[in-house]
């Protein structure tokens, strides 16, 4: 990393240098990636996905240095909302009100009309998105009220208890009410269209998109989205780390009691960590559902939240170079790997040994006991010093003898 | 009437076994202020343990009594996740004892996820069938039924309590625990081996996660590598019911966590007249868990645990 250095503050001609290298080299690499076939961008894409997971999260936990377990809660909500609001399912959902009370199903028809009860609301990606973020946001804040006051091992497993929660919820609210339709998920869930142009392609396009006269995959389309997202993402948190909001976030993380008696009020200033972390889940999550076009409770497991929270701790807590690192690293090299250790081990044994789903959780395991072991700091730590958790500097011996 | 009797049964032999897996959290909370996340995941190597245990006797010397071989597979399991539960404070805890608290949380969450990868690898992914080792003859206790496994386990239970407590009130070891409990560095300028009393209170939790693992396969006659997460973390809920750091708070926190998810699985249905179905046991614990963190963050037996981040 000696060559592209992304600090801002003490380099800045460097810096903008090295973003610009990296900016062009993003633009062409999905023209590049499909030659190898479009499954190598769809990796990419989802990739995408969760390196914004990752930058959400690291303002939860590398910001404000408060463990969030069930993250993927978030993006699922995200996902979800999409499903509704964006798909048949509604229709389906004032059937069973129907069928569970006529008298409430027949108030509801009339208040939304025959068109949403035979075809499901479909709303667009200007009304989703910010409804996304705000969902997500208020779910963060509910989640974060009963125990910000408290310890953070309390926090860590109530947002745990959290996500399970939520997927009992995605899995069985389909039954009296059909919110979430169950187990089988939501299907046929609107492509995302901007000002018209369905980044899934028309209906017998072949999954290619066309703008004016130029046409591209579908998957590429949908790269250049998400990149656009988490270059805002990655914009917005680190504006946010340098922001009056962001310093308080940090004051939090070192020592929370000081930065009490410095005047922040640290109850306000955790729940809005949490909020705002949370709505970039919700976002991702409403991405997802529309990129995948269906959304199940499989998606939303625990190892999800895990393996968001091992990319933030892989790459260095609380920077954002480095969570981007991370995020390419976890979410990209399983698939590689997926590529090159199968076909390996066929060669070698004449059989997978380990195949590579267990190899990614392996990863993902071995990456947070071992950075916090060997480099608490993560791979790419923060050139400032005072930015990096204080996990990386010298450790005070005070905290374990206060009991 | 009897569905409540049944109920109560029901949430007695849960709620003992959260008891016991809650002890583990207790403990270790009390002696290193830390939550050890993979918990959970030792009740799932226990269980595990001990079916291949059942299966090399079912092999070796078959015709043996149930009795016999689950206290064999519960013999075997117990220094095997002692082990384990020895080395994950070896690797993941003593480090990063002076650490801040984010640190050890997360080598436990990695932990964890390794337990249960190693388990996938070795036991496989499907859920493997627990043999039904005693009489699926039941007893009945007023119009309820209750099986002869699920007596064992009641028995087991008390048992291994009662021998906690006498362990912790009349031992040295006991003694130093306390101490260390209450301040380990003193207790160290008093001559105790820390180490020695952190590491023993990680092997004595183990063994109770051990009894509860074999026996939670034997009562619900399937086990899987994912089994330790849901238990794990209602015990944990359990714990911080009855005020964590306590050991009488994580027994009487078990039981009547159990107990409530019991009754509320067998009520919610009438409750909110057919709208949510006992598929939602799984949430008491939780709503519990947050409500007792809103009201009384200290338990039902514990000191107050205030803000000390």
Known sequence: MALLTFDTQHKPRQAYTSMAIVLVLLLIFPFFAAQFGNSWVRIIDIALLYIMLALGLNIVVGFAGLLDLGYIAFFAVGAYLVGLFSSPQFAALLESVIYYSPAIGEALVAFFGPEIQQNGIHLSLWAIVPLAALSAALCGALLGAPTLKLRGDYLAIVTLGFGEIIRIFMNNLNDPINFTNGPQGINMIDPIRIFGVSLAGEAGSNATVHIGSYAMPSVNAYYFLFLALVIASIFITGRLQHSRLGRAWVAIREDEIAAKAMGINTRNVKLLAFAMGASFGGVAGAMFGAFQGFVSPESFSLTESIAVLAMVVLGGIGHIPGVVLGGVLLAALPEVLRHVVDPAQQALFGKVIIEAEVLRQLLYGLALVLIMLVRPAGLWPSPNKEERPNAALARDDEEASTT | ?309
Not at chain 2, 223 to 246: D, Q
Not at chain 2, 257 to 274: F, H, K, N, P, S
């Open chain 2, 1 to 309: 009437m009897e569905t409540f009797i049944q109920q109560l049964l029901n949430g007695l032999v849960l709620g003992s076994m959260y008891a016991l897996v809650a002890l583990g959290y207790t403990m270790v909370y009390g002696v290193l202020n830390l939550i050890n996340f993979a918990h959970g995941d030792v009740l799932m190597i226990g269980a595990m343990i001990g079916l291949t245990i059942l299966q090399l006797l079912e092999a070796y010397v078959p015709g043996l009594p149930g009795y016999v071989q689950l206290a064999l597979a519960i013999l075997g399991a117990i220094p095997v996740t002692m082990l384990v539960n020895i080395l994950i404070e070896r690797i993941a805890y003593r480090r990063l004892r002076n650490a801040p608290r984010l640190a050890p949380l997360i080598t436990a969450i990695g932990i964890s996820i390794l337990l249960q990868t190693f388990a996938m690898m070795i036991w496989g992914r499907s859920p493997l069938p627990f043999p039904q080792l005693l009489s699926s003859e039941p007893i009945m206790i007023g119009g309820a039924m209750i099986s002869q496994t699920q007596v064992l386990l009641l028995v087991l239970a008390a048992l291994a309590m009662g021998s906690l407590v006498l362990l912790v009130e009349r031992t040295r070891m006991g003694r130093a625990m306390r101490a260390v409990a209450e301040n380990p560095r003193v207790a160290g300028l008093m001559g105790i081996d820390t180490n020695r009393v952190i590491v023993a209170t990680f092997a004595i939790g183990a063994a109770l996660a051990a009894v509860a693992g074999v026996m939670w396969g034997a009562n619900y006659a399937s086990i899987t590598f994912t089994m330790g997460v849901l238990p794990g973390l209602k015990a944990f809920c359990a714990a911080v019911l009855g005020g964590i750091g306590n050991i009488y708070g994580a027994m009487i926190g078990g039981l009547v966590l159990g107990i409530i998810e019991a009754l509320g699985a067998g009520y919610i249905g009438d409750l909110t007249g057919g709208f949510l179905g006992s598929h939602y046991q799984d949430i008491f614990a939780f709503v519990v868990l947050i409500l007792v963190l809103t009201l009384r963050p200290s338990g039902i037996m514990g000191e107050r645990v205030a803000d000390r981040a």
